[in-house]
């Protein structure tokens, strides 16, 4: 798979988890030859899954201080949180390999 490539789909993956308006466009462009650098992605994704990180929490707290959050609310705020951590991880996975593969190159 070509560079291009996988910035796409990591892209149509991170804009279907973060789904959203603020960011969302950052995530979208990075299909586009050069138009958004690879290090503002990254910033872009840890700062909304900290974000989603941050509103499964109050889901929750909020369902256990009995605030009238419903318990489906909580489940899915924490299942996209999760979700995005999974994305997060796997994106960091991918790069630390690459870059691990590139220092084992000859030339």
Do not use: W
């Not at 489906?72 to 999974?86: L, P, R, S, V």
């Amino acid at each position: 798979m070509s560079g291009a490539g996988v910035f796409s789909a990591v892209a149509s993956q991170a804009s279907s988890v973060f789904g959203g308006a603020r960011g969302s466009a950052a995530i979208q462009d990075v299909g586009n030859a050069g138009s958004v650098p690879f290090a503002g992605m990254l910033k872009t994704m840890v700062a909304q899954t900290d974000e989603l990180d941050r509103k499964a929490a109050d889901t929750v707290t909020g369902l256990l201080s009995g605030k009238g959050v419903e318990i489906h609310d909580a489940m899915i705020a924490t299942q996209k949180a999760d979700m995005a951590f999974e994305l997060s991880l796997q994106v960091r996975n991918k790069a630390v390999a690459a870059y691990q593969q590139m220092m084992g190159m000859q030339f």
